[in-house]
């Protein structure tokens, strides 16, 4: 029996560890900071039930460590190239409220989760393309317009 028992603790903690890794991973895939990642892994994992959080956030990878009473694990996973999704990033951080909360379970925060992916849209490559070949151009004629004006200004 209590060897079921802790059975079950580990596929907790690997479920925790996981989930939490999944909300770090989309989040950084949307655009969000090392920081806020952090920040947002953090309130999943203790939402959850984690009484301790060790992270590594890498340019590519995220680290967790997670411990509930004397056991802990360790998990890693990729990311995806990262862009820019502020929905997926706006929902992601409203969910991690709601579990840091204990508003979830495991199931309804795996639920939400993939509920989130599938129904929150991406902009097409194209546009994402667009926009970032458009943004600098932007702002080198926002700068030159500021310099002129100061130019003017001051003559």
Request: proline share 3%; charged share 25%; with cysteine.
């Amino acid at each position: 029996m209590l060897h079921q028992a802790e059975a079950q603790e580990g596929d907790s903690l690997r479920e925790i560890a996981v989930l939490a890794l999944e909300f770090g991973r989309l989040l950084m895939e949307a655009g969000a900071s090392a920081r806020d990642v952090e920040e947002i892994i953090v309130q999943v994992a203790t939402g959850l039930g984690a009484e301790r959080t060790e992270l590594r956030v890498g340019y590519a990878s995220l680290a967790i460590t997670i411990g509930i009473g004397p056991d802990g694990i360790t998990r890693m996973c990729k990311a995806n190239p990262l862009g820019v999704n502020q929905s997926l990033d706006d929902a992601l951080r409203g969910a991690a409220a709601r579990i840091e909360r204990g508003d979830c379970t495991q199931a309804e925060a795996r639920a939400e989760l993939d509920r989130l992916v599938r129904a929150t849209p991406r902009h097409a490559d194209w546009v994402v393309t667009v926009a970032v070949g458009v943004a600098p151009a932007c702002l080198s004629q926002m700068e030159h317009f500021r310099r002129d004006r100061s130019v003017g200004l001051s003559g």
